[in-house]
């Protein structure tokens, strides 16, 4: 035993696992105590033992086992995680423990199962135990029986399934082993004990011995209803009510109604499997059921019924056999097998239930009509099938076929309908039997109980007394308003005897009469709709009820005085006071009359009233009218007063003041008293002849409303317009109508006969009066306002001219709403009345289409159409279609009756073919207008198939479907479609699309709806496992679903369903439905009517927002909770958890705004901070997102929760749009007054921000929009800078806003974020807009790429991210896009940048597409020419950009914003918003006062860190004491740290201000002028070079535009520029250091600035380019010759590639080339001409000898053999060894002109040009030799013909003409015209003049005056320019646009208009060609931290007259001032010119 001591020490869980038995038993000792000790169900100790549970209880050690049982069972009992284990723990028990013979173990099991089941893992255990019911081992058996018996003791039959348990019950019965059959014996009795009878049917197939045993225990089971004795965890409440019970004593009867609650109402047809039986039929069946024989027949009837006696069918295509067996039903002359054929109806119906519903409307009305039989078997076959169809289906499905059979002339049809329906109403309820039901079904056995049969009358009596009891006599009676009081009375016994179906609670329905077997229905109908339904609607508030009453006096009587009986007070209840009872009167005689008369009015009145003096009639009717007045309301006898004015001469009149008086009697008579309708027949027909009188006709309207008031309007004006149409007086018809549509509106609309109306107004709108028509016009366009859209539908074949009079009223009427009736409703009592008019209202536009007059198609849907549409060819199945379209087309209303169609069609919707399907779906979509609500009766066979194509892969497919379905449920509404399975069987489906579709269409129409069928909650588990998903849209539609189902089931019931889920999946599910829980909209509220009466009848609730509804009833209104579900819609402040908003309502009202009065954001310190961390470190989640999932809204809700008061988080998050307005608006007032409140939530209030983002409602979306313009107003002037994560987490999604197709939301966020430059950085949000471009909204990329353009234009192109050549390629992949408006936004936008920074753009956008490139070029050419936008900009804005590209100066922190806002807002306003901008605050602004106090020693310093970065140098810097910006200390100062002195200096160059620049220079020239410290520069040269190109730049584009300059201050840069290079080119060791690329952009830089015309226009503009031409000679001859001859060559091929480009810069560029051949004999030996070769190999490469022709000018070919002629001279045959480095020599065009060349120099005997006259250094080139004495003349006189280079070629001509004085130039004049030969000679005069020095005379001034005599006069000016090019305004690249204005010239046409066009000197390289590096890049390296300051304060802009007074050369470190240097400079730049003259 010595290695006990070993396993002793082990921690417990490894004793557990030890191979020793004994450690194992030690172990679960040990486990089993630490289990008892646990206190905390959750504590991590249990999740150790997770894997070892199973150990546990399969030991093979028999002791050691028991122990762990014990040990298991204390973990189950305990462990909150133990759920986990259940599968493998009682998969363990049943095949470990159940085979153990120790009775111990046995019982131990069994507890860990019941176990298992008390902690809710019910179902797990049950499928183990089920599974253990099939081992071999009879032992396991045995135990796994007794198991599920015990457990379904304790825990009954709701939470024990019993279904798969009965399922195997039959087989455990047939077992071999006696002790497996006795226990299955003692499970059925205990399962008999839950479910009593239902257990039957599935064990009639057993041995019958058994059976009867089983009987016989049956009996003695105790009648009383089990209990549950053991709960689940979750039921601890029923736990402790039971043991209360059981303490009170036993079964008390207290729990009543729990005890029928415990035990659910089990229906057999559940327990049972379905039979599959259409498969099973006979082959032959149909061929036999067609056979002459009737015994054939029979036999085929025979199979079926036998087959239909399976009490439960399994679902499939019933069609045909329901077709047949219907045709013998109806058709069958033996009646026997009619009553055969109704069995097998009846056993189809029962054993399919819900699943027959969709044939039911096909065989209804032939049952119905096959009752006619008299034979009491058939009978009785027939009532069974009729009555087992009924439960299928619902009574409003069959109802019109029923009330159809109604009329039917045979008495037994007759009687045996009235039976069905008194059977069928017994299983209604009060909501299953709508006042809409009842109405016709009451009118059709109306006539029924007066029928002369007996037996039909009784059948009525009986249905009308069934209905009476189940609707309730409230609801009735108003339909029984005309039967007398006999029988009233045999309807109310009637309905005494009548027992309702679910008004018990067992299944009743054997009372039928039939004795019929229960099928099983009734009982689920009791237990769950029945109940529920009658619950609700007890609990609804009282006077709904009596809703359904105001019906106006029943239908109308069509004016028939009907017989005045007694209504034994019953209808009058809910109605008005007594007065409202229809006052039935009947005929009196005249005499009678005249008694009545005397007895109430005067005598001498009766005297006067047909005197022949109509003065003693007028008296006579003051007297009748005095007494009406004085009469009471009872004692006026109407009929016998109306009677007397009729009298002679009655309402034949003639005097009208008599007349006038008779008819306002008329109207008191009808006010005052109880006028009949008998009465009003009296007076009508004279009242209408008087409506159109003019002096009396507004008191026949009068009379006629009173009238209305007292008989109700319908019937009123039934007869009015009646009367009106059937006289000829057009004025009598025009004003009826005109009255009539005002009693209209007075009256409401409720109970008009539409019908009548209508062809009344036909026949007015074909009168051929004008006014009858127009009122006509009037009546229909205030119909319309109650009907809506069907009223056009009656007068669609009307002339189009009318129907467009009609359509215009009916547009005025748009938008409007039906006024509020005013009248007729006044004598109601309370307010009971308005509930009646509410319902009628919702009815109307319903009604309208039922009157519609509808076609019967069923006889053209033949046999023959219906096999097209099934034909094999598709092409004839679409002829079928086509035809069944135009036949509804052309029905266009039709009946329901469409024969065989549903069937024919709904095979189609599977069609292969799915051009035929989405026919189909159209056709239904017809049908449904079509057909209108009757369209309901299909929606079981037609409908759900539709819903079926929604799984189609096809996505048009599905839209067809998906639209068609909301066809359908327009007309059917929703509720029949979620009846039944049919829904969930479709989202049963595992289709992702029919699952996202179909989902998507419930989220729509759920929350629509007040009420649903309760099979909804069978789609629950499907929608469970579409939230699981695999496809995430399916998922996330699922999720969207979610709390709209449980809108409608409750989230306890939505709860119990996750019940049947996997663990894992259970717990997921659970945590959504408390996320949906939380959002769960509230039932739309019913109109008007319940929330009329919420509290004190506050029908505010309708109209308020809930929280303000409840603060406005203060807090009882809660607590009175009208009823629950009011509660919810009514009056909760969001989404406070309880349904009812504890927090805010449980304090009284004024406490809640107090509340209000705190801030309303609440300073956490270091609260934003913290988030950031939590957001970095991944605690939280990132906010991001494509659209925003529940959990992210959580996050910020929990978030704000500590920063937010509480009441406006409740506003912002809740459920409804007008709270957030109001939260917004709150957030706007407070915005002022919390601004530190705001900064520190801000990161908060930015992502609720983003959340409305995504609302659809534009008014919120407007809200935040304006709240955000103010915020970041706000911002900007406290100078908060946006940090990062605030930035990212709401840009995007402000961006994606950009896109929104309303143009003022556009304009909103685009000010926004011109707004945001303010407060970050614009260089990062150029990359958030760049991202926006990539959006799939084409409107979003177009606005972003209009954005990038503005802040390129606003803060140059320092902006563009991540470089400036990405960014512009990004941007010009939109130039191709498909849409027009992306096109020209990213067209646009590039002509922007090109006019921020020419010519470059071209070499940054790099390869485009042709197509795109011509666009582009294009665009750009067209914007040069748009002068009238462009001054004006140019002139506002390019001062605000002179100094914003300089990074030095933005070191300080404030400076003038406002040009920065402003200016962006012009480029936006250019970009066609205009956009009024609040002049933005001073954000960055200079506190100029403090600078002028400080004497000008205040400006900011330069931070240290700027140097660091460029050379790694760490020393400290030296910044001057004085802390002022100065330019750098002395080089003297700085020993150990020159490098990054001259790194900083050199920085400077660049600088965006001109005077820091020009410091920057003149130290650099300082430097290179004293040779001792020229050295140092060495190593800086490249960089240098690239920030003085970059400054010629920045001059080029910038600061010539900038109108505000001072251009002397330019010029002094210039000079500056141009001396210091000069110092650099003199010194030659310095020179060569220039890199090819550098100097490629150099040369590039210095010609363009040569060919600038502005500078040339300048005072000293000559002075600058002789300067430059100067400096090009220095470069050209001191750097290295390779270098600036390889960068010569790329500059020639980039410029002559660029099409853009001016030939006059190609022509510098190759005059440079000559120099350097004229150099090259004494330069040769240095040149590294492999490298020159190659790049000559590119330029030819790219310029193949053919395109080199093309050129316009000779000059480049010519140039090139020159170059390569001169490189064969020098070097002879050698030449052709320098080609290494071409890559493919034979390729190369190169070595064949190398090669021919040598031939030809070979050849001749190399006749050179002596060597004097190519050193002789003149512009021309001298080396020609007479033979080309021509050439070069030629060449002069092109230049002089051409207008750019015409200045220069006469200078050239007068040098040539001095230098060969006998030079012959008259050949070439002789050619051209006098106009030219005179310009030529004028000016080589005027040259001479100039050069002889009598004053320099502007050349503009000289060309003048000869221009005077050879032109028109008034323009001389603009052909100066023309040809001079002097004034700067012209340098275009075309010749021909010159010749065209000279022309035009000379036709007297004006030219005034030239364009400034800034030069198009493009470098365009083709990334093709291998260029020079560009030295672009080496700027990105070398001055990298430009960009970081630059970036920090991209607004800075100092203005240049400040930056004057603060003195430029403060603190210069030479002791020269900085002016001295410059006037140093200028001299010498003096010196150097005159030396060269």
Request: a neutral charge; glycine letters at 6%; proline letters at 4%.
């Amino acid at each position: 035993m010595g290695d006990d001591s070993e396993w002793m020490k082990l921690p417990i869980d490894q004793k557990c696992e030890h191979k020793l038995w004994k450690a194992r038993l030690n172990g679960y000792e040990e486990a089993l105590k630490l289990f008892q000790k646990i206190d905390d169900e959750k504590s991590p100790e249990w999740s150790k033992y997770l894997g070892l549970v199973k150990k546990f209880v399969t030991d093979s050690n028999a002791v050691a086992q028991l122990k762990g049982l014990e040990a298991a069972l204390a973990y189950v009992e305990n462990a909150h995680v133990a759920g986990k284990t259940t599968g493998e723990v009682a998969s363990g028990v049943v095949n470990k423990v159940f085979n153990q013979p120790k009775a111990r173990a046995k019982e131990l099991g069994l507890d860990i199962c019941l176990m298992y089941i008390e902690i809710e893992k019910g179902e797990a255990v049950q499928e183990e135990l089920l599974k253990g019911l099939d081992n071999k081992n009879p032992k396991i058996i045995v135990a796994c029986i007794e198991t599920l018996r015990k457990a379904l003791s304790e825990f009954g039959s709701k939470i024990i399934s019993l279904k798969p348990i009965i399922k195997v019950l039959p087989k455990l019965f047939e077992s071999r082993e006696k002790a497996v059959r006795d226990e299955a014996k003692l499970l059925a009795v205990e399962i008999y004990r839950w479910i009593r009878d239902a257990l039957r049917p599935p064990l009639q197939n057993i041995n019958s011995v058994q059976l009867k045993e089983l009987e016989e225990e049956w009996v003695k089971v105790s009648s009383a209803a089990p209990k549950q004795t053991r709960f689940l965890r979750s039921q601890q409440e029923l736990k402790a009510k039971f043991e209360q019970q059981q303490a009170v004593g036993g079964d008390a009867d207290g729990g009543g109604d729990d005890e029928e609650e415990a035990v659910p109402q089990v229906d057999a047809y559940e327990l049972l499997e379905a039979v599959e039986i259409l498969s099973k039929l006979p082959k032959d069946f149909y061929e036999k059921i067609e056979a002459k024989k009737w015994q054939e027949r029979k036999e085929a009837l025979e199979a079926v019924e036998l087959l239909v006696k399976n009490p439960k069918l399994e679902a499939g295509d019933y069609a045909d056999l329901v077709k047949v067996l219907k045709k013998v039903v109806g058709k069958d002359t033996n009646v026997m097998l009619v009553a055969l054929a109704a069995k097998c109806l009846a056993g189809l119906a029962a054993g399919l239930r819900k699943k027959f519903g969709q044939y039911a409307g096909h065989v209804v009305p032939t049952i119905l009509e096959k009752f006619k039989e008299k034979k009491p078997q058939v009978v009785q076959a027939l009532q069974e099938a009729i009555d087992a169809i009924f439960l299928t289906t619902t009574l409003q499905n069959i109802s019109e076929d029923v009330l159809a059979v109604m009329d039917n002339k045979n008495p037994t049809i007759k009687q045996q309908t009235s039976l069905f329906i008194a059977r069928s109403f017994r299983h209604c309820t009060p909501s299953t039997l709508p006042k809409s039901l009842l109405k016709p079904f009451c009118a059709a056995l109306l006539k029924h109980i007066n029928d002369s049969a007996p037996e039909v009358r009784d059948a009525g009596f009986e249905a009308l007394g069934t209905a009476l009891k189940v609707a309730g006599e409230k609801a009735v009676n108003p339909f029984l308003a005309d039967v007398d009081k006999l029988k009233l009375d045999r309807i109310k016994e009637c309905a005494e005897k009548v027992e309702l179906v679910y008004g018990k609670k067992t299944g009743g329905a054997a009372e039928k009469k039939e004795g019929k077997p229960i099928t099983g229905k009734t009982p689920a109908l009791s237990g769950t709709g029945g109940d529920k339904e009658t619950k609700d609607a007890a609990s609804k508030p009282g006077p709904l009820k009596k809703a359904p009453a105001v019906k106006s006096g029943g239908p109308p009587k069509k004016g028939k005085p009907a017989a005045a009986a007694g209504m034994g007070g019953a209808g009058a209840k809910g109605k008005k006071g007594p007065e409202t009872k229809e006052i039935f009167e009947s005929e009196l005689s005249i005499e009678v009359c005249e008694e009545k008369a005397a007895a109430v009015l005067p005598a001498s009145c009766i005297q006067q009233l047909d005197s022949g003096n109509w003065k003693e009639r007028l008296a006579c009717m003051e007297e009748f009218q005095k007494a009406v007045e004085l009469m009471e309301r009872n004692e006026m006898p109407c009929q016998a007063l109306v009677r007397m004015l009729a009298k002679k001469p009655g309402w034949k009149e003639t005097n009208f003041q008599v007349m006038q008086m008779k008819l306002h009697i008329v109207a008191l008579i009808a006010q005052k008293g109880n006028f009949s309708k008998t009465s009003a027949q009296v007076v009508l027909d004279g009242l209408v002849d008087k409506v159109g009188d003019v002096k009396c006709g507004s008191n026949a309207k009068e009379a006629m409303t009173a009238i209305a008031e007292a008989c109700q309007l319908p019937w009123t004006a039934e007869q009015v317009v009646a009367m009106a149409f059937s006289q000829k007086n057009p004025k009598n018809q025009s004003e009826t109508l005109n009255w009539l549509s005002n009693a209209i509106k007075e009256f409401g609309f409720s109970g008009l006969n539409v019908k009548a109306f209508i062809s009344n107004v036909k026949t007015a709108l074909a009168a051929t009066n004008p006014a009858v028509r127009t009122s006509a016009i009037t009546l229909l366009g205030v119909m319309y306002l109650y009907v809506g859209p069907p009223l056009r539908m009656f007068f669609e074949d009307e002339k189009p001219a009318l129907l467009s009079q009609i359509d215009a009223e009916f547009e005025k009427m748009q938008g409007q709403t039906a006024p509020a009736p005013t009248r007729g409703i006044s004598r109601h009592s309370g307010g009971g009345g308005d509930d009646g008019e509410e319902e009628e209202q919702e009815d109307v536009g319903n009604d309208v289409v039922d009157l519609l007059p509808r076609t019967d198609i069923g006889d053209k849907i033949t046999a023959e159409l219906v096999s097209k549409i099934g034909d094999k060819n598709w092409k004839i199945r679409k002829e079928g279609l086509d035809e069944v379209t135009s036949i509804i087309n052309d029905a266009k209303f039709i009946q329901p009756n469409i024969g065989e169609l549903p069937a024919a069609l709904k095979s189609r919707l599977n069609d292969s073919n799915k051009i035929l399907v989405q026919q189909t779906l159209s056709i239904l979509q017809q049908l449904a207008t079509a057909m209108g609500p009757n369209i309901k009766q299909h929606v079981k066979n037609l409908g759900i198939p539709v819903i079926t194509v929604l799984g189609d892969s096809k996505n048009n497919v599905r839209a067809a479907a998906l639209a068609t379905v909301n066809a359908w449920a327009e007309q059917t509404g929703m509720k029949e479609w979620l009846e039944g399975e049919d829904l969930s069987e479709e989202l049963k489906k595992e289709n992702p699309f029919l699952r996202q579709e179909l989902l998507g269409w419930l989220a729509e129409k759920l929350p629509t709806l007040r009420s649903v069928p309760s099979d909804l909650l069978l789609c629950v588990p499907h929608l469970y496992s579409c939230l699981e998903d695999r496809n995430g849209d399916v998922r996330k539609k699922a999720q969207d679903a979610l709390p709209f189902f449980m809108m409608h089931l409750g989230f306890e019931k939505m709860a119990k369903a996750t019940g049947k889920l996997k663990p894992t999946s259970k717990d997921q599910v659970l945590a959504m439905l408390e996320k949906a829980k939380a959002n769960m909209p509230a039932k739309p509220a019913p109109p008007a009517k319940a929330s009329s009466r919420v509290v004190g009848g506050a029908a505010l609730a309708k109209f308020q927002p809930a929280s303000a509804l409840a603060e406005d009833l203060g807090s009882n209104t809660m607590e009175s909770k009208p009823d629950p579900k009011k509660a919810k819609a009514g009056g909760a402040s969001s989404k406070a958890k309880g349904v009812q908003g504890k927090k805010v309502l449980s304090k009284p009202n004024l406490k809640e705004d107090d509340d209000k009065s705190g801030p309303i954001f609440i300073i956490v310190p270091n609260g934003k901070e913290q988030r950031m961390k939590d957001e970095k470190g991944l605690k939280v989640l990132k906010w991001n997102f494509t659209t925003p999932r529940d959990e992210y809204i959580e996050q910020l809700k929990t978030q704000m929760s500590s920063c937010v008061a509480k009441w406006l988080q409740d506003e912002m998050f809740h459920a409804d749009f007008q709270h957030h307005n109001k939260a917004l608006a709150v957030m706007i007032e407070h915005l002022e007054s919390e601004k530190d409140g705001v900064i520190s939530c801000l990161d908060l209030i930015l992502k609720w921000l983003t959340l409305r983002f995504f609302d659809t409602n534009t008014s919120v979306l407007m809200k935040a929009l304006e709240y955000l313009k103010l915020l970041f107003n706000l911002l900007s002037q406290e100078e908060y800078h946006l940090t990062e994560n605030e930035a990212s987490s709401f840009i995007p999604y402000l961006i994606l806003k950009v896109g929104e197709p309303k143009d003022v939301i556009r304009k909103d966020v685009r000010a926004i974020l011109n707004r945001m430059c303010l407060i970050y950085p614009a260089s990062k949000m150029f990359t958030f807009i760049m991202e926006g471009t990539k959006s799939k909204n084409s409107k979003q990329r177009a606005e972003c790429l209009e954005e990038l353009g503005c802040l390129v234009e606003s803060y140059g192109m320092n902006v563009c991210q991540p470089t400036p050549g990405k960014a512009l390629k990004e941007m010009a992949t939109h130039i191709g896009d498909r849409d027009n408006t992306v096109r020209n936004a990213a067209l646009n936008t590039i002509v922007t940048v090109y006019n921020v920074h020419g010519d470059q753009v071209f070499k940054l956008i790099g390869n485009l597409s042709e197509k795109d490139m011509s666009m582009l070029e294009e665009r750009i050419k067209r914007s040069a020419k748009r002068p009238s936008a462009a001054p004006v900009r140019q002139a506002e804005e390019k001062p605000q950009r002179t100094q914003n590209i300089s990074a030095n100066a933005s070191m300080l922190r404030k400076g003038p914003a406002e040009d920065m806002s402003s200016k962006l807002n012009q480029n936006r306003n250019m970009g066609s918003h205009s956009e009024t901008t609040h002049t933005v605050p001073r954000e960055f602004q200079l506190d100029l006062d403090e600078i002028e106090n400080d004497n000008g020693t205040v400006r900011c310093e330069m931070p240290a860190l700027v140097q660091h970065k460029l050379d790694d140098i760490f020393e400290p810097v030296l910044i001057p004491e004085p802390k002022i910006r100065a330019v750098s200390p002395h080089f003297d100062d700085m020993h150990s740290n020159t490098a990054s002195t001259i790194n900083f200096v050199i920085s400077q160059v660049a600088s965006g201000d001109i005077n820091t620049s020009i410091q920057a220079l003149a130290q650099i020239d300082e430097v290179l002028r004293q040779e001792d410290k020229a050295e140092a520069m060495s190593g800086h040269i490249d960089q240098f070079l690239i920030a003085t190109f970059m400054q010629l730049r920045l001059i080029y584009n910038t600061h010539m535009a900038d109108e505000k300059l001072d251009k002397d201050e330019i010029v002094k840069l210039y000079s500056c520029i141009i001396g210091s290079m000069i110092s650099l080119f003199q010194i030659e060791s310095l020179a060569r250091e220039a890199s090819t690329g550098v100097l490629k952009d150099l040369m590039h830089g210095l010609i363009t600035l040569m060919l600038d015309s502005r500078v040339e226009d300048l005072e000293e503009g000559e002075q600058v380019i002789r300067s430059v031409n100067l400096l090009v000679v220095k470069v050209l001859e001191k750097s290295d010759q390779t270098n600036i001859l390889s960068a010569l060559l790329v500059l020639l091929q980039d410029s002559l590639l660029a099409t853009a480009s001016s030939p006059k810069f190609s022509e510098l560029v190759m005059k440079c080339l000559w120099r350097m051949v004229r150099l090259l004999p004494e330069t040769i030996n240095s040149i590294n001409l492999d490298r020159i070769l190659l790049d000559i190999h590119i330029f030819m490469k790219v310029f193949p000898k053919e395109k080199l022709k093309q050129c316009k000018s000779e000059f480049p070919i010519r140039t090139l053999k020159t170059l390569l002629h001169t490189l064969c001279k020098l070097k002879g045959p050698k030449i052709l060894d320098h080609l290494t480095m071409i890559d493919n020599k034979n390729e190369s065009e190169l070595e064949a002109h190398l090669c021919r060349v040598m031939k030809h120099t070979m050849d001749q005997s190399g006749s050179k040009a002596d060597k004097d006259t190519e050193k002789g250094a003149s512009r021309i080139e001298e080396k020609a030799s007479k033979a080309k004495v021509n050439d070069i003349l030629a060449e002069i006189f092109k230049k002089i013909g051409s207008k750019e280079n015409t200045k220069e070629g006469l200078a050239e001509l007068y040098e040539y003409k001095k230098k060969y004085s006998d030079a012959d130039i008259e050949p070439f004049l002789k050619n051209s015209s006098q106009f030219f030969q005179s310009y030529v000679e004028r000016g080589l005069r005027l040259i001479e003049t100039e050069r002889e020095g009598k004053g320099r005379i502007a050349a503009s001034t000289g060309i003048s005056p000869q221009m005077e005599g050879t032109c028109v006069p008034a323009s001389t000016h603009t052909v100066s320019s023309s040809i001079g090019n002097t004034n700067g305004e012209e340098v275009g690249p075309s010749v021909y646009l010159e010749r065209l204005k000279i022309l035009r010239q000379r036709c007297g046409l004006d030219n005034a208009k030239q364009e400034d066009r800034p030069p198009l000197t493009s470098l365009l390289s083709k990334p093709a060609v291998p260029t020079v590096a560009s030295s672009t890049d080496m700027l990105h390296s070398k001055l990298s931290q430009l960009r970081e300051s630059r970036e920090q304060y991209q607004h800075l802009d100092l203005d240049s007259n400040q930056t004057h007074s603060s003195g430029i050369g403060t603190t210069l470190a030479s002791p020269s001032s900085a002016a001295a240097n410059i006037d140093d400079l200028k001299k010498r730049l003096e010196r150097i010119k005159s030396s060269r003259k």
